[in-house]
């Protein structure tokens, strides 16, 4: 197992990719703590399927853009587990509606980008003292970063993009101190993402327009996730992976 006695936070852990995650970095060996918000019946379920497999994981409620619940989390890991933290992965994140620049207000501008980059760097910022040497963080961007994004998503899309210029900042940071910052620009993944916010003629259109001709699965992008967080990708720091069936190069 590539990540044995590690331990692990991962933030928007319950479900969805953030769920494929948890559950590869247990079934890895990690010591896994769950981050979830506002659904506890998905953080049990998941919860449960990696004790079912054999895995170690916790759950801890919190919302990531309010410092007093990040610190919360970072307390209950190391309650839980001791006083390392050796993997962050922070998936939590969302586009929380399509509007575009006449339909925004400040508020809703401001919450989209609290909640794909303030909790980023909340979070980062609590874990990190807490880090041994090759330690790893993998955050999550998006392709819509690259892009622009889809209609209506040009504050998720800003977000992201200031994501992966954090990921490479803190690369350089951190890099001294032998931790390593990466991030993931997935493309079309087959999540309730899509489901909520991409209607299925653009799933369909966008999944075809791949070389692979389909959507991503969550459990793909855990895979790439296992891997960034382990000893095999040691010289690999300050990347934005795209993880999109190719239907857009970097």
């Known amino acids: 197992m590539m990540l044995e006695n590690k331990v692990a936070i991962v933030t928007g852990g319950a479900r969805d990719i953030g769920k494929a995650v948890s559950k590869k970095l247990a079934a890895e060996g990690a010591k896994v703590v769950i981050n979830y918000f506002n659904n506890e019946d998905q953080a049990e379920e998941t919860l449960s399927e990696i004790l079912k497999d054999g895995g170690v994981a916790t759950i801890v409620q919190g919302d990531m853009t309010k410092k007093a619940d990040v610190d919360v989390v970072v307390q209950h890991a190391q309650d839980t587990y001791g006083h390392d933290i050796d993997i962050l992965v922070n998936v939590a994140g ?22 794909n980059l303030n909790s980023v760097f909340l979070v980062t910022q609590a874990v990190v003292p ?36 954090f990921t490479r900042s ?64 040691s010289f690999v720091t300050g990347a934005n992976l795209d993880i999109n069936g190719g239907l857009a190069f970097s």
């Open 130 to 165: 807490f880090m041994p040497k090759g330690s790893s963080i993998v955050n999550f961007s998006s392709q819509a970063a690259r892009d622009g994004g889809g209609p209506g998503a040009s504050a998720y899309a800003t977000a992201k993009g200031a994501v992966m210029t």
């Open 170 to 233: 803190l690369a350089k940071e951190l890099g001294p101190r032998n931790i390593r910052v990466n991030a993931l620009c997935p493309g079309m993944i087959a999540t309730t993402f899509h489901d909520v916010f991409t209607k299925d003629a653009v799933r369909e259109k966008v999944a075809n327009g791949t070389p692979l001709r389909r959507e991503g699965e969550a459990e793909e992008v855990a895979n790439l996730v296992a891997c960034l967080a382990s000893y095999e990708t």
């Open 94 to 115: 969302g586009l929380v509606s399509r509007k575009t620049l006449d339909e925004m207000d400040e508020n809703f501008f401001n919450t989209v980008i609290q909640l």
